[in-house]
């Protein structure tokens, strides 16, 4: 598994016009490419009325699955530039569909590729991107004495505090990068003078906006 990668929020979209052609970019989180080719489908019975719906999404730890389509576009005109820029961006598991309506003025080659390019850029700016960190859980249960002083040593470090329950003593559960568990362990012991019970709990990412 990656420690870390980016992917957009979830789902966006944004607008443009270019030489009186409409381009509106529409960006959405996918896991597979099912999820991919239904959202392409949405789109495109949403614009069945549209020139053009070209689209491309990259999904996998690795890119595994890159998709790219023209649309009847000049060939290589509209999906490669699409996909160009998610992986200009490191983005993953990322599908995004331009619609574009002809407003009369021929772009040529080089103004398509910059116009879906420049659209999808727009279009995930507007969604939005998040870092998803691989993160180890701790389970820090300690007496209520020493909670308040350790909240804040939370609070004022880079780990994530997820949840405090009280109940005859004092639970944090908290969330580490992926190899500083060394390091988390070692501030738990100066915070409290190794009088914490710390258990390890799962691994997940969690999503920090960038």
Same mark, same amino acid.
């Given at each position: 598994?990656? #420690?870390?990668?980016?992917?957009?929020?979830?789902?966006?979209?944004?607008?443009?016009?270019?030489?009186?052609?409409?381009?509106?970019?529409?960006?959405?989180?996918? &896991?597979?490419?099912?999820?991919?080719?239904?959202?392409?489908?949405?789109?495109?019975?949403?614009?069945?009325?549209?020139?053009?719906?070209?689209?491309?999404?990259?999904?996998?730890?690795?890119?595994?699955?890159?998709?790219?389509?023209?649309?009847? &576009?000049?060939?290589?005109?509209?999906?490669?530039?699409?996909?160009?820029?998610?992986?200009?961006?490191?983005?993953?598991?990322?599908?995004?569909?331009?619609?574009?309506?002809?407003?009369?003025?021929?772009?040529?080659?080089?103004?398509?590729?910059?116009?879906?390019?420049?659209?999808?850029?727009?279009?995930?700016?507007?969604?939005?991107?998040?870092?998803?960190?691989? @993160?180890?859980?701790?389970?820090?249960?300690? #007496?209520?004495?020493?909670?308040?002083?350790?909240?804040?040593?939370?609070?004022?470090?880079?780990?994530?505090?997820?949840?405090?329950?009280?109940?005859?003593?004092?639970?944090?559960?908290?969330?580490?990068?992926?190899?500083?568990?060394?390091?988390?362990?070692?501030?738990?012991?100066?915070?409290?003078?190794?009088?914490?019970?710390?258990?390890?709990? #799962?691994?997940?990412?969690?999503?920090?906006? @960038?």
């Amino acid at each position: 598994m990656l #420690d870390k990668y980016f992917t957009v929020k979830h789902q966006g979209m944004n607008e443009l016009v270019i030489q009186k052609s409409r381009f509106i970019g529409y960006v959405k989180r996918v &896991e597979t490419e099912e999820e991919a080719q239904a959202f392409i489908q949405e789109i495109k019975k949403k614009h069945f009325d549209a020139t053009h719906n070209c689209s491309a999404y990259l999904i996998g730890e690795h890119d595994q699955i890159q998709k790219a389509n023209d649309d009847g &576009e000049p060939s290589g005109t509209a999906g490669i530039p699409i996909l160009e820029v998610l992986k200009k961006q490191q983005l993953k598991d990322t599908a995004v569909v331009v619609t574009r309506y002809y407003g009369g003025i021929k772009l040529g080659a080089g103004g398509l590729i910059r116009a879906y390019g420049n659209t999808t850029s727009q279009a995930i700016k507007a969604t939005g991107v998040v870092k998803r960190q691989r @993160m180890q859980g701790f389970s820090i249960i300690v #007496d209520y004495t020493l909670s308040g002083k350790l909240e804040h040593a939370f609070r004022q470090s880079n780990y994530i505090l997820k949840t405090i329950n009280y109940t005859d003593k004092v639970e944090f559960i908290v969330y580490v990068e992926v190899g500083q568990e060394k390091e988390f362990r070692e501030f738990i012991v100066d915070h409290t003078n190794a009088q914490a019970e710390i258990t390890e709990a #799962d691994t997940t990412y969690i999503e920090i906006d @960038m």
